[in-house]
């Protein structure tokens, strides 16, 4: 049964390039191939502690495509990461229900016991991987969103920045890269940029839109779809490489949880399962990678 959404981290570079589930709650269509039933039954066998359990996922519904309140029922959740979960839970015999916060509580919701799992296109990374294991799943590119037109000549995280405000969510990796070009900026005798700190996707781009940010940096495929929602006002002006992989975080203390999660992802990925929900919610099949882990001791 999936909770009703209650409002309650994430995405470098300067010159670099940038990259039969049952499903829980609501309907959705199945991929092409599920997963090997026989390997989930093993995993379910190697791994019985979550069978028959239903788990809290923190997820921070406002990026479409990934995780996002259904238009047309605002108390269920649609999207990649959605369906994935879905499809893990399915492997290893657990249900989800959703704890809805913003993007900056993700982890703390997650280490506090509030939650089991995040999987909500969180940018895996070392400073992140202090508080909680990874198990990546998907290339990391960003995309820059502008106005339509690129007035100010926005060229990626670089010294096109001084003197322009950017719009990120509270917790981006963004935004120290941001923040770093402030010597640069000095140097060339151009004002450092500003940022704005919002709490999810959707009031970034609106602060685009009302003139109040000249930019978003943000995963390549939100801001494709900022551009598709708003294909008057707004465009993507680079897309660029960082070296990050979205990652499910998993508790610390749960070793053996987060193992099992990518073994179920390892069966997903194989199936063809991953691709499939790729395809299904219009997302570039680059961003898809063999699952691996980041873990900080």
């Not at 508790?251 to 987060?258: G, H, I, L, Q, V």
Request: one cysteine or more; proline letters at 6%; hydrophobic letters at 40%.
């Amino acid at each position: 049964m999936v909770k009703s959404p209650i409002p309650e981290f994430r995405s470098l570079t300067s010159a670099a390039l940038m990259g039969a589930l049952v499903l829980v709650g609501f309907a959705a269509s199945q991929p092409a191939h599920a997963a090997a039933p026989a390997a989930c039954a093993a995993l379910q066998e190697k791994y019985p502690d979550w069978k028959g359990k239903t788990l809290v996922n923190a997820i921070n519904p406002h990026t479409p495509g990934y995780e996002s309140i259904d238009p047309k029922d605002p108390t269920k959740y649609i999207g990649y990461d959605i369906d994935l979960g879905e499809a893990i839970g399915d492997c290893l015999g657990f249900k989800l229900t959703y704890k809805a916060v913003t993007f900056a509580a993700l982890l703390t919701t997650l280490s506090s016991g509030q939650a089991d799992i995040v999987i909500s296109d969180i940018y895996a990374t070392e400073e992140r991987a202090k508080a909680a294991d990874f198990v990546t799943y998907s290339k990391v590119f960003d995309g820059v969103l502008v106005a339509k037109g690129n007035p100010k000549k926005i060229t990626g995280i670089d010294t096109s920045l001084c003197g322009t405000a950017a719009a990120e969510n509270t917790g981006y990796v963004e935004v120290p890269l941001i923040q770093a070009l402030a010597p640069e900026c000095k140097k060339l005798g151009k004002a450092e940029p500003t940022i704005q700190l919002y709490d999810n996707n959707a009031n970034c781009i609106q602060a685009i839109l009302a003139g109040r940010a000249d930019t978003y940096i943000n995963d390549v495929n939100t801001v494709d779809n900022a551009v598709k929602a708003y294909p008057d006002k707004l465009e993507k002006a680079i897309a660029v490489t960082i070296p990050y992989q979205v990652g499910i975080a998993v508790p610390k203390n749960k070793p053996k949880f987060r193992d099992a999660v990518k073994d179920a992802l390892t069966e997903i990925y194989k199936s063809g399962d991953q691709l499939a929900l790729l395809n299904k919610w219009k997302l570039d099949p680059a961003n898809l990678m063999e699952p691996g882990l980041l873990v900080v001791k």
